[in-house]
């Protein structure tokens, strides 16, 4: 299975109007896109009323077809100008979800939003963040516009079957695009018009430029009441719709974002999170055990990178979308707070057989797309390192190095910066008691502070509490050391990994590293890990000269992380073994379906980030802080699955 995406192949007529070739249609009309757009979907929906009458936080738009975007650069400006006319409105957001299975590749996309001068500054905010063609959820942020945009590069049908559905829907207006029916049967089906009242909230709409008789019928069946209006143009009709829904679909009512949440810890996840939340307006205390940013995250370099495999699974797609929104993520922390970072590429060396066959394999299958990992040999490599190497090896050109502390900094300060962030440092959490939907913190310094809700970032301190007892945490020793700058080194442009790895200076001193002790929680720097450290880098790269001749001035930092059996973080509500207990036992057979009254709990986790914190903190914050305030979630649901902490009982439950 392959996640690289089929792009669409494209020309333009001639009035300019892009056509895709695939199903012999234009994406939008040839007399105004822009002005069909206003008219079929804009005024279809009613978006301009409703959005004054919306009581919610968050207004969720579903397309069926994103082509060339036009929809989105429309709808987006026009939530741009209501949230200028009614600054003080409770909606503060747009969340637009949409789905291509043919997207237009980055050249394609770059010279078809070049047309749209009405919206140059929507499409410029497009442009620079549009993603190339890996399947999978997209999100984007577009602040300038209030706007959040999912963009599921898949199938709509198999896209919609990943999105997950809270109590009271997901959708509260619905752009049925897409190629005319008669072009594009696949998608206009009896399934589509079923999963768009499984995701609608109640009174949700639906407009569509299309009058065609199966549409109208698909919609009725599936509980949607239709009507006909106008067409845009030269088009005599088109249909409306309304999803009136009922208890028997889903409850009324919008979930509201939590007015206070309490994070424990105070490194790269802790600090992400608070950021995360802190955008969105929730009112934010973080508390430090000693200073921020002093375990793990405390390290001058850490590598950033995806973990990818061979084979598509779960885990390389929850590494790879992690990793490209942690990119842009980053990208944009830095445009408001500078942090000590080099996105100078990162070369993960084929250093013996096995990895060098398990990489051929990777590329072989061609499962990723060549923007994120690429095969080089001995000499393209060593080009990339500015270093002789032994060998070739997998190029990951958008990765490099980031300082944890610098920007811990930055995320704090910017969180600070909203007025929506309190830190209290040397606040270490000794124990919690639960009691009524609240949880009390009994801290070491004799404090106690009454929480709404509590996010546990603590990583490998979580094993203190007995809340989480039930859980196969693993905490694990690693010491790395900071190598002085000296020839060849200083001449080392990228990050090389394979054991270990070993980036290029930062302050004049290069991280070199690390050792993996499971179960040692000691923190003192060893002599014996050191010369482990050294041993290993000069085995890795023994056909070069120069890893044999490093000096080591025995300068290093030893920290733990957190990791778990199946390497997968921890993310989402921290399970009550005995709920879950309880619950199993009157079922007939297995079902990982949790019900809220059991999955509920006011106590959330944000750890086991292991080695990869820097790749997976910024999307996991994102789908943490979307969860507690209510609001779509960022990756697909077998990716969510395989995040939350509930799936080792889950196995265990299913075992016994």
């Given amino acids: 299975m392959s996640v690289k995406s089929t792009y669409a192949s494209v020309h333009f007529n001639q009035t300019g109007t892009p056509v895709a070739d695939n199903f012999d249609d234009v994406y939008f009309s040839n007399d105004s896109g822009v002005e069909e757009t206003q008219y079929v979907f804009v005024g279809g929906n009613n978006l301009k009323e409703r959005w004054q009458e919306c009581k919610a936080h968050t207004f969720v738009i579903a397309e069926t077809g994103f082509g060339t975007g036009l929809n ?17 409105h409770s909606l503060t957001r747009l969340h637009f979800i949409t789905t291509e299975m043919y997207p237009l590749s980055q050249a394609d996309m770059a010279d078809t939003l070049a047309r749209f001068n009405e919206l140059s ?35 709509v049908h198999e896209a919609m079957g990943q999105w997950q559905i809270p109590v009271q829907g997901l959708v509260d207006a619905w752009f049925l695009d897409g190629f005319a029916p008669s072009k594009n049967p696949q998608m206009w089906t009896d399934a589509l018009f079923a999963n768009m009242a499984r995701c609608s909230k109640q009174g949700a709409t639906c407009a569509t430029f299309t009058a ?38 889903h409850t009324s009512g919008n979930v509201k974002k939590p007015e206070q949440v309490a994070i424990i810890g105070g490194g790269i996840a802790a600090a992400t999170l608070a950021y995360t939340l802190c955008q969105r307006g929730v009112k934010t205390t973080l508390y430090c055990a000693n200073e921020p940013a002093d375990g793990a995250s405390g390290n001058p370099q850490g590598g950033f990178y ?38 100078c590429g990162v070369l993960q060396l084929a250093f013996n057989d096995a990895v060098k066959q398990r990489q051929q394999k990777l590329i072989a299958n061609d499962v990723w797309p060549e923007n994120l990992v690429q ?38 300060t910017l969180g600070k910066q909203t007025s929506n962030l309190t830190v209290h440092c040397h606040h270490r959490l000794h124990r919690m008691s639960e009691h009524d939907n609240q949880t009390m913190l009994h801290f070491d310094n004799g404090k106690k502070v009454e929480a709404q809700l509590v996010v ?45 790895y070993l980036t290029p200076a930062m302050d004049e001193r ?60 921890l993310c989402g509500a921290l399970p009550d073994a005995e709920k879950y207990r309880q619950w199993h036992a009157t079922l007939r057979k297995h079902s990982d379906e949790v019900p809220a009254n059991v999955a509920g709990r006011n106590i959330y986790l944000l750890s086991a980030l292991g080695s990869r914190g820097l790749t997976t903190a910024p999307l996991l914050a994102e789908l943490l802080a979307s969860q507690l305030c209510g609001q779509p979630g960022p990756l697909a649901k077998s990716s969510i699955s395989a995040l939350d902490p509930n799936r080792f009982i889950l196995k265990t439950l299913k075992q016994s």
């Fill in 306 to 343: 995806p973990q990818l495999h061979a084979q598509a699974s779960v885990a390389s797609q929850i590494q790879a979308h992690t990793f490209l929104f942690a990119r842009r993520f980053y990208q944009q922390i830095n445009t408001q707070r500078k942090f000590k970072h080099d996105f």
């Fill in 456 to 500: 546990l970032a603590t990583g490998h301190e979580l094993t203190a509490f007995d809340q989480c007892a039930d859980l196969p945490l693993r905490p694990v020793r690693g010491q790395v050391e900071a190598m002085p700058e000296q020839s060849p080194l200083n001449d080392l442009k990228t990050v090389l990994c394979h054991k270990g």
């Fill in 510 to 569: 290069h991280a070199l590293g690390s050792t993996y002790v499971k179960g040692d929680t000691a923190t003192e720097v060893r002599a014996q890990e050191s010369k482990q450290n050294l041993t290993l880098h000069q085995q890795a790269l023994k056909e070069t000269d120069w890893v044999h001749t490093l000096s080591h001035d025995n300068q290093a930092r030893a920290a733990v992380r957190l990791g778990v059996p199946d390497h997968q973080p």
């Fill in 212 to 249: 065609a008789g199966l549409v109208k019928r698909g919609l009725q069946a599936a509980g949607f009441s239709v009507s006909k209006r106008k067409g845009f143009g030269r088009k005599r009709e088109m249909i409306t719709a309304e999803f009136p829904g009922g208890d028997a679909v």
């Fill in 375 to 412: 095969g080089v040999d001995r000499q393209q490599a060593q080009a990339f390192a500015g270093v002789p190497l032994p060998c070739g090896g997998l190029h990951i050109p958008l990765g490099g190095w980031i300082n944890p502390p610098s920007l811990v900094d930055a995320l704090l």
């Fill in 121 to 155: 500054e929507a499409a410029a905010a497009l442009q620079a963040q549009y993603p190339f063609g890996l399947s999978g959820c997209h999100r984007l942020h577009f602040d300038g516009f209030n706007t959040t945009v999912d963009l599921w590069f898949s199938d």
């Fill in 72 to 88: 989105l650069l429309v709808v987006m400006t026009a939530f741009r100008e209501f949230r200028q006319a009614y600054p003080e």
